[in-house]
């Protein structure tokens, strides 16, 4: 058995990161995932006056309940959604000139339903260039608060940052969502939201987030479950058996309910109170499922496919066509690369296993789970080498080394 640790997770040090700096006190922020994200969120809060302090195993965030200490400031946001998309949501609760632009591949990336959030909440929010997309400018005198439609269809991070934003307000937020993807996603914000004390609660379609502001405490951060996906797939793949502690049935991410497919295809799952165990049973069964919850981890269910005994389809994934890349397509194009029948959709891939795949340059696509997932079909593959092999380091900087330890345990 391997026991794998798994660095914190990318999406609750982000969360975790906003409301240390919006909470009234200092907060220190346990095991946090430090990656290009992570150091890039933590360098936005710095650049907008906020005080991180960093230390091997914590970091500790001076909280501003009433917003940025800077009246102007320049943010560069890199690569990170989460960066790009709370940190502008933040600086619009205090009051200022703040400027945020991004690298080429996350301009690229939509905005737009969050913008019009923000503008009909009163946030003076202007885009440099394409409309919906960075460079932009907030123009911060507080928010108001009130009520507020929100389409957050292509991404669940467009719901999160408003719900962060809530207790910043003046009178706190009504929020009716039209759409939704990665629910779990949102789960995770509420939960975190009352561990710094602050309240949101769902009434039908509508999010209720009452003022009243934050307060600082010590939070853990949990093990990355979309990253785990990668060992867990592994051990299903080779016959091995992988354990990463600290997820468990207790954990906030959605995205440890991959185990759940890795079962319905034929591998055994141990979830337990801290840890979750996935051993391969020496074969992978064919099966249709719906991702639309843990559509990050399709790539990872995608790169194992081409070993299962019959087809695999995978339904209702469209936002990851607009995520670090068009994720979907690239898993086709990979595949077809490695001799694999392959046909998407719209929203939908299938997989048809068939000859052997053979080995092959994988495009990256500069996409983090692109590779961290084929590296998962290298270990059944030789011959899989990668264009960008070093973009993990946005969420796990030291992936090739766990992974390559990891391969030589379970063979």
């Known amino acids: 058995m391997a026991l794998v640790d798994i660095p914190g997770s990318k999406s609750i040090t982000a969360r975790a990161l906003f409301l240390a700096a919006a909470a009234d006190g200092v907060t220190t922020l346990q095991r946090p995932l430090r990656s290009d994200d992570t150091e890039g969120f933590a360098e936005g809060l710095t650049r907008l006056g906020y005080r991180v302090g960093r230390t ?55 905005l737009l339903p969050l913008t019009r959030a923000l503008r009909d909440l ?25 009520e507020v439609t ?7 991070q467009y719901l999160t940052a408003l719900l962060l934003l809530g207790p910043l307000t003046r009178t706190g937020l009504r929020i009716t969502v039209t ?16 561990a710094f004390g602050a309240e949101a609660v769902r009434e039908g379609n509508t999010y209720v987030v009452p003022p009243g502001g934050y307060r600082a405490t010590t939070y853990a951060i949990e093990p990355d479950a979309s990253t785990a996906s990668y060992f867990f797939a592994a051990a299903a793949l080779t016959g091995g058996e992988v354990t990463v502690p600290g997820l468990g049935a207790g954990a906030l991410q959605g995205d440890l309910g991959f185990v ?25 069964h064919g099966v249709t499922v719906n991702m639309r919850d843990v559509s990050d981890t399709m790539p990872t269910l ?40 392959v046909a998407t959709g719209p929203d939908w891939i299938e997989i048809r296993p068939g000859a052997a795949p ?54």
């Open 56 to 110: 091997p195993g914590a970091w500790q965030v001076d909280g501003r309940p009433q917003g940025p200490a800077l009246a102007e400031a320049d943010v560069y946001c890199r690569d990170g959604a989460t960066t790009a998309r709370f940190l502008p949501t933040l600086a619009a609760a205090g009051h200022g000139v703040y400027r945020f632009d991004a690298s080429p591949q996350m301009r690229r990336r939509p």
């Open 122 to 146: 009163g946030v003076d929010l202007r885009h440099q260039e394409a409309e919906g997309h960075h460079p932009l400018t907030v123009r911060a005198s507080g928010v108001e608060g009130g």
């Open 150 to 156: 929100l389409d957050a269809g292509q991404s669940s």
């Open 179 to 194: 759409d939704l993807v990665s629910a779990p996603y949102v789960e995770i914000t509420i939960a975190m939201m009352r």
């Open 260 to 284: 759940d497919v890795l079962r319905r295809m034929g591998a055994r799952v141990d979830v337990g109170a801290d840890r979750t165990t996935v051993a391969g049973t020496g074969e992978l």
């Open 302 to 341: 995608a790169a194992i496919a081409p070993f299962a005994s019959g087809p695999v389809r995978i339904e209702d994934v469209a936002n990851t066509r607009v995520k670090e890349c068009d994720r979907l397509e690239a898993c086709a194009e990979n595949l077809r690369r490695l001799g694999v029948d």
């Open 358 to 411: 053979v080995g092959a340059d994988v495009k990256t696509y500069g996409d983090h789970r692109i590779v961290m997932s084929f590296a998962v079909t290298g270990l059944r593959v030789p011959g899989i080498s990668f264009d960008d092999p070093g973009c993990v380091r946005k969420t796990f900087p030291g992936f090739h080394e766990a992974f390559e330890e990891l391969g030589q345990r379970l063979r």
